[in-house]
Structures are given as structure tokens and as C-alpha cells.
């Protein structure tokens, strides 16, 4: 069974902080994606990774697949309010993913 | 932008009813995924559909739980015999076109079901 660990569960930060939350796997995946998602709503999709060392960038929010594909984080610069919500990581292995717990984000004004 | 549409947002059944719950894919999609999220807890897959049969399953999809695509649009979960514990939030996501096979997988807005 493949299993995805988020850490951490929770976290509170100020406006205008930078934070770093971790997707972390025994297993290798085939690709990682990373979602947010809003209470009562579903998943929405933020970025694909398929390569082991890849980086991608979307405006503050920078991810990063581990060179052996097991792993994933996703740091985020000068956090806004806007950006509150649940952060999940997600591993790809043939047609299914596999979820981690989430990163549940509060940042405060 | 095209979406997934999920109906019912909510539905509330009696135990051991049959439910429906359905979905409308992204049009060009051609992998159909169904996914619940117990309250609280993480999202787990339940299903993949591929050329109009089930290509991946997981331990929850048990006899009780089948998938249909119906016509070229809806793709359908059928729950028969409801218990408590299926109550959760149920989510269709499809993915995949003809020129980029397995590519990510985009959501619906979910159903909620609760079993009372």
C-alpha cells in the first residue's frame, strides 16, 4: 500500500511569512500533484510534477519533486490570507491517486 | 474552462436505499475516476473507468457499489443498500485526452451524501 505523509497537519502563520509544508512517501510515484481545497468543495488541482529533481513555480507558490520521486514539498513566499485553505498532496501510480492527509494553512492579516 | 459537474451537490437517503450519484466528465476526457472523503479524513479512491469498463478498483469498491457510463455524457456511481458508514463526500474526476494519456486529474465539486 502506498502511503503519502503530510507534514505538518497545521499551521498558523502571519501575513507576509514564508512556509514550507512536506509530502513525504516510501514509494516511488510516477508523478505528484499538489491541490487545494475549500470546505464542502472538491479538490483543485495546483501543479503536476513528473520528473525527479523538478521545480516549478506558480507567481509565490514554489514546488518541488525529490530526485528519487518519493517526495514533494511545496514553499510558499510572503503567504497572503487569500492563500488559507487545505493543501493536499497527491501521487500518481497507474489510473488512481493516492492522497496524503493534507497541510490545513491558516495566515493571519 | 471546462469542468466537472457533479448532481446532486447533496443527498440525503434512508439506510438501505439505493443511490445514484452523477457526473458530467470533461468532454475530451477519457479516464472516469470516482473518490469519497469521509469527514475528517482523507480522500480515497474508489474507482477508475477506461474504454467503458472498470481498469483499477480499491478494497472499498465492493459488490455494492457500481459504475456506469450510460451515453457519451454522464458517468454514473450506483450505491445499493446504504449503510451509516457510507455517508461522506463523494468525488468524480476525469482525466486524459487523445494526445496526452493520464495526464492530471481534474474534480468535481462532490456530492455529499448522508445516510440516515
Known amino acids: 500500500t502506498q502511503l503519502l505523509e503530510q507534514s505538518p497537519q497545521f499551521l498558523s502563520i502571519q501575513e507576509g511569512e514564508n512556509l514550507t509544508v512536506y509530502c513525504n512517501s516510501s514509494?516511488?510515484?510516477?508523478?505528484l500533484q499538489w491541490y487545494r481545497q475549500e470546505p464542502g468543495e472538491g479538490p483543485v488541482l495546483l501543479v503536476t510534477?513528473?520528473?525527479?529533481?523538478e521545480v516549478k513555480k506558480l507567481k509565490r507558490l514554489t514546488f518541488q519533486f525529490g530526485d528519487a520521486r518519493k517526495d514533494s514539498s511545496l514553499h510558499i513566499t510572503a503567504a497572503q490570507p487569500g492563500d488559507t485553505g487545505l493543501y493536499l498532496c497527491a501521487g500518481g501510480a497507474g489510473n488512481m491517486l493516492t492522497f496524503g492527509g493534507g497541510t490545513r494553512l491558516m495566515v493571519k492579516p | 474552462e471546462p469542468e466537472v459537474t457533479q448532481t446532486p451537490s447533496h443527498q440525503v437517503t434512508q439506510m438501505g436505499q439505493e443511490v445514484i450519484l452523477r457526473c458530467v466528465p470533461i468532454?475530451?476526457?477519457?479516464?472516469f475516476y470516482w473518490y469519497r472523503q469521509i469527514l475528517g479524513q482523507k480522500v480515497e479512491f474508489l474507482v477508475s473507468?477506461?474504454?467503458?469498463?472498470?481498469?483499477?478498483k480499491s478494497e472499498i469498491f465492493d459488490d455494492q457499489f457500481s459504475v456506469e457510463r450510460p451515453d457519451g455524457s454522464n458517468f454514473t456511481l450506483k450505491i445499493r443498500s446504504t449503510k451509516l458508514e457510507d455517508s461522506a463526500m463523494y468525488f468524480c474526476?476525469?482525466?486524459?485526452?487523445?494526445?496526452?494519456?493520464?495526464?492530471?486529474?481534474?474534480f468535481g465539486q462532490g456530492t455529499r451524501l448522508t445516510v440516515v
Open positions: 473507468f477506461y474504454n467503458n469498463e472498470i481498469s483499477e
Open positions: 474526476a476525469s482525466s486524459g485526452d487523445r494526445d496526452n494519456m493520464n495526464t492530471e486529474a481534474f
Open positions: 510534477v513528473v520528473t525527479g529533481g
Open positions: 514509494s516511488v510515484f510516477s508523478s
Open positions: 468532454s475530451n476526457h477519457l479516464y
